[in-house]
Nanobody, 117 residues
């Protein structure tokens, strides 16, 4: 059974940094795209950044220049290094992994990031 587990969220002051981590367990699962999404109450879950198996990266505008996404295919893991955090970055952050073969999507339970002084 496939499980996606995020970690690294927490409370941070404006201008601070956090690193979110995601690990995918269970087999067989060959992972294609991996991505971070975020959701604030009352809003849709929105894409933050995405990285393909080959390392092609996409950032939404609000993440460009502030955050860095990376992955380790061998460990089935992904990180999101976030810096220059703003109060509007407060949200639940979710890890998403797509099965390379059948395109099934797997989600983690989410990790809360709160940016506040």
């Amino acid at each position: 059974q496939v499980q996606v587990v995020e970690s690294g969220g927490g409370l941070v002051q404006p201008g601070g940094s956090l690193t979110l981590s995601c690990v995918v367990t269970g087999s067989p699962l060959s992972i294609g795209d991996m991505a971070w999404y975020r959701q604030i109450p009352g809003d849709l879950r929105r894409l933050v950044a995405q990285v393909s198996r080959e390392g092609v990266i996409y950032y939404e505008d609000f993440a460009k220049g502030r955050w860095t996404i990376s992955r380790d295919n061998a460990r089935k893991s992904m990180n999101l290094q976030m810096s220059s955090l703003k109060p509007e970055d407060t949200a639940v952050y979710y890890c998403n992994a797509v099965d390379l073969v059948d395109r099934s999507q797997f989600w983690g339970q989410g990790t809360q990031v709160t940016v506040s002084s």
